[in-house]
């Protein structure tokens, strides 16, 4: 992923709004991929994965969608609640690479999702 | 189940300093991960742990980290001498997967946040 320091993307929406929020990701090979949801003063939660055979998954109020074609993974959140409020980081891999690569985790840049009462 | 445990959760030092880190995995997790984590992007792994053995250390900066994972339990992360630039939050995270198919998902800690002066 491409850092660029304090200038993370960031999303506004109203509570009960639908979100969405996409990602690049950067090695064609990376055939595993997980968003994860940062809050304040804590480490990243993991959210939901979706592995390269997919191209959809859906979780609790959350799906993740993944086109290869692109290197585009976006993340949809249903009925947005002011505690979805947080960073989200989309983060990839390579479990078959095997060596040093295996669970190696590349994070992206990140965005702020604020979310409006 | 208890999470990932990490301690101090903040730490102020002037440059030229060392300092130390402490992370408890869940138990039964037989890999660690270090990542260091600056203002505004996404987790950088520094270190990786397979039981006591070190996987993947390629982006330490071994000229002033180090870290050790005795036992195959908890682990340090040791910064000698800091610089400013060092200033980030440092989190550990573990996993269950020794193999491919086994459970993959990190677990992050709440990190250390270090501040170098």
């Known amino acids: 992923g491409e850092s660029v320091g304090l200038h993370l993307p960031t999303l506004s929406v109203q509570e009960g709004d639908n979100s969405i929020i996409n990602c690049a990701y950067s090695?064609?090979?990376?055939?595993?991929f997980i968003w994860y949801k940062q809050e304040s003063g804590k480490g990243p939660q993991f959210i939901i994965d979706?592995?390269?055979?997919?191209d959809k998954r859906q979780g609790q109020r959350v799906t993740v969608l993944l086109n290869k074609t692109v290197k585009h993974l976006s993340l949809q959140i249903a009925a947005t609640q002011p505690g979805d409020s947080a960073v989200y980081f989309c983060?990839?891999?390579?479990?078959?690479?095997?060596?040093?690569?295996?669970?190696?985790?590349?994070f992206g840049q990140g965005t702020i999702l604020t979310v409006h009462p | 189940e208890a999470g990932v445990a990490q301690s101090p959760r903040y730490k102020i030092i002037e440059k030229r300093q060392s300092v130390a880190f402490w992370c408890n995995p869940i138990?039964?997790?037989?890999?660690l991960y270090w990542y260091q984590q600056i203002l505004g992007q996404g987790p950088k792994l520094l270190i990786q742990?397979?039981?006591?053995?070190?996987?993947?250390d390629s982006q330490l900066p071994k000229d002033r980290f180090s870290a050790e994972r005795l036992k195959g339990v908890d682990s340090t992360l040791k910064i000698q001498p800091a610089k400013l630039e060092d200033s980030a939050v440092y989190l550990c995270?573990?996993?269950?997967?020794?193999?491919?198919?086994?459970?993959?998902?990190?677990?992050f800690g709440p990190g250390t946040r270090l501040t170098v002066t």
């Open positions: 979706i592995r390269s055979n997919m």
């Open positions: 983060a990839e891999s390579n479990p078959n690479a095997g060596g040093t690569s295996y669970g190696k985790l590349t």
């Open positions: 742990f397979q039981n006591n053995g070190v996987v993947d």
């Open positions: 138990s039964g997790h037989a890999t």
């Open positions: 090695n064609s090979a990376s055939d595993y």
């Open positions: 995270a573990s996993s269950l997967g020794l193999q491919w198919g086994e459970s993959y998902e990190q677990y």
